[in-house]
């Protein structure tokens, strides 16, 4: 993981001090999904104060030092100021192709296949460690999920969770020489050829219809993205109603911490290195105020990724 590990070095100062952004106040609702455990709504409903700020930078009440023991099922909340939804409601999308040109204009070959085949070979650790959480999120696919669509699917890490299901896989990517990786992993789950398409897109503009995906699959992906909100606007286009969000994401670690300082200093780097991934975005926030029906949000902080340590990982219902 070359790209993503500049600072291994402060990792046993910093491995104790990465939090998420802190939250304000938080909203709590009834939920169609019996199975999450946070659920984040209309602004208009009641306030139930579980701010994440009190859990206190390091590891006080809930330790997220990356050991999985600490962690545990300790499905943290993650509940945020909600927005109006009245912008929501008049979201209306872009057209694929001029976003697409927009925000990612074709780079030159060698770059694109440079970071293509990097990604190919230096994320075999990373997936070992995210392992056991994607296990968990990918479990909460329900064997109606026939339609999934990848967004950013890169080289095609995650199809083993859950291609071998005789679904068929949208994966979504604006590098084209990411098709190769993605379909050679598509092949290595079983995944007959014709049930998996690639398309060369973003997410901020998603060539596909409304409301015709069973589940999206987002990890790693929101860091690198130019728009967030808009994207996951998309996201939630794009969902059946009742669909299902996965997601997998690195996130700023918290205010005030030196991973946070260091994470700052690191950015326009990363950026560059790392083909647009931002390492100081507050992802989870984002997620928690997109508009879903529900959201279920944990944090661990992985100690070996150094930077990119601090995640957020879940589900979210349309
Ligand atoms: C860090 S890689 C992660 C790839 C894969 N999801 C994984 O978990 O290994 C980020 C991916 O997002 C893609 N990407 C960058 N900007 C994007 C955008 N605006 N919309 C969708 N994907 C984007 C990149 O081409 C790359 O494949």
Aim: one cysteine or more; charged letters at 20%; a positive charge.
């Amino acid at each position: 993981m070359i790209l993503y590990n500049p600072i291994i070095a402060l990792k046993h100062i910093l491995h104790c001090r990465a939090e998420a952004k802190p939250v304000k106040h938080a909203r709590a609702s009834s939920n169609s999904d019996s199975s999450d455990t946070t659920n984040l709504q209309d602004s208009k409903q009641k306030a139930t104060a579980v701010a994440l700020s009190k859990v206190g930078p390091g590891c006080s009440k809930f330790c997220w030092c990356g050991r999985r023991g600490f962690v545990g099922a300790a499905l943290l909340p993650i509940l945020l100021d909600q927005p109006s939804y009245a912008a929501l409601d008049s979201y209306t999308p872009a057209d694929p192709m001029n976003m697409l040109n927009r925000i990612h204009p074709p780079r030159p070959d060698w770059y694109e296949e440079f970071y293509a085949s990097t990604m190919n070979s230096t994320m075999k650790s990373y997936e070992a460690e995210i392992a056991g959480y994607k296990s968990q999120i990918f479990a909460k696919l329900r064997e109606n999920s026939n339609k999934i669509l990848e967004l950013g699917i890169g080289t095609g890490p995650n199809l083993k969770y859950y291609a071998s299901n005789g679904v068929d896989v949208v994966g979504v990517d604006p590098n084209q020489k990411m098709e190769k990786y993605a379909r050679a992993a598509a092949a290595s789950t079983g995944l007959p050829s014709e049930k998996f398409k690639f398309i060369r897109a973003v997410g901020e503009a998603l060539p596909i219809e409304d409301a015709s995906i069973d589940a999206v699959v987002g990890t790693l992906v929101l860091c690198s993205v130019k728009d967030v909100d808009t994207t996951l606007q998309e996201v939630r286009r794009v969902l059946k109603p009742g669909g299902l969000y996965l997601f997998v994401e690195h996130v700023a670690a918290k205010d005030g911490t030196i991973l946070k300082f260091v994470q700052g200093v690191m950015d326009p780097l990363q950026q560059t290195v790392a083909d647009g991934c931002h390492l100081s975005r507050n992802t989870g926030a984002s997620i928690a105020a997109a508009g879903f029906s529900s959201v279920n949000m944990n944090m661990v902080f992985l100690p070996a990724l150094s930077l990119i340590g601090p995640h957020v990982y879940g589900t979210a219902r349309k």
